[in-house]
């Protein structure tokens, strides 16, 4: 069985939408991890659903899958990253958080997406962990919920520095919020460190909802095209293929759109060839 590949649109922001499918297609990906964001599909511009339903023309034209991805910097506010959060002290502000998670939800329906994958946030200075924990319960639990009326897959990405930072958390989380699957940044292991990325995948394979395999330096949270930080691809891809996951594997490379003529159909070549040596092996 041959692992199948996407390529997260925040690495293509140079590119119009249209175009980066497209050279997703050309290259052989077999799908796109779509964020939702102020140039790629923007969920608060004008006549979405008309352009939802015309991206799932294209990328059924294309034989593209999708997952959809919900961490754009700026879409909910221009001055504060990644904010506002489910776990934030202003109830109206979790309540736009969840808004637009319930509207990437929507969008996943009808593109007929693999999964939506979002994250905990990072708690506000002062805020008590006990009380945002219980708020993320709240949250979660009312996105899962959302997510099952419209047949979605959802699943937490544990990121480090959040309050859900890594697969632990999420298992505790989990544990709170039946139905919920993990995103899985294998990456992301090698910045906590609790878990290798190999282990991770076999450890909870039965919760994968969502996988991407950027590589990462040991200790740096930092998205890196393969080869260039710590990954064991052959041991990742190699745990992945034998556990029999069968969704799609997806690249995240944010801070690499001014090379992505030369990084998408080269991040699939080694990818490819780690794979083909894990099997040869």
């Known amino acids: 069985m041959m692992l199948r590949y996407a390529y997260n649109t925040n690495g293509l922001t140079s590119h119009r939408l249209d175009d980066a499918v497209a050279l997703l297609a050309d290259c052989g990906y077999d799908g796109v991890a779509l964020t939702l964001d102020v140039g790629h599909l923007d969920p608060f511009a004008p006549d979405l659903a008309a352009r939802v339903t015309a991206l799932r023309r294209r990328l059924d034209g294309l034989g593209l899958g999708s997952v959809v991805e919900t961490g754009a910097r700026f879409v909910l506010d221009p001055r504060r990253k990644h904010r506002p959060t489910l776990i934030d002290a202003d109830g109206e502000d979790r309540a736009r958080r969840l808004a637009f998670l319930s509207t990437c939800i929507d969008v996943a329906a009808e593109l007929g997406s693999e999964a939506v994958s979002f994250w905990a946030g990072v708690p506000e200075p002062g805020q008590d962990d006990g009380a945002c924990w219980d708020r993320l319960v709240d949250g979660v639990g009312a996105v899962v919920a959302y997510g099952q009326e419209r047949g979605v897959t959802c699943a937490v990405e544990p990121e480090p520095g959040m309050l859900v930072g890594d697969c632990d958390d999420w298992a505790r989380l989990a544990a709170a919020v039946p139905g919920l699957t993990l995103a899985l940044d294998t990456g992301h292991c090698l910045v906590d460190g609790r878990w290798e990325p190999d282990a991770a995948v076999r450890e909870f394979a039965a919760s994968l909802g ?72």
């Open 210 to 281: 969502a996988v991407s395999i950027a590589d990462m330096p040991r200790g740096i949270h930092e998205h890196r095209a393969p080869g260039e930080g710590d990954m064991d691809f052959p041991a990742v891809l190699g745990a992945l293929t034998d556990v029999g996951y069968q969704g799609l594997v997806s690249l995240e490379l944010s801070r690499d759109a001014h090379r992505a003529d030369t990084l998408v159909p080269d991040a699939l070549a080694a990818v490819r060839a780690a794979e083909s040596e894990r099997v040869a092996a």
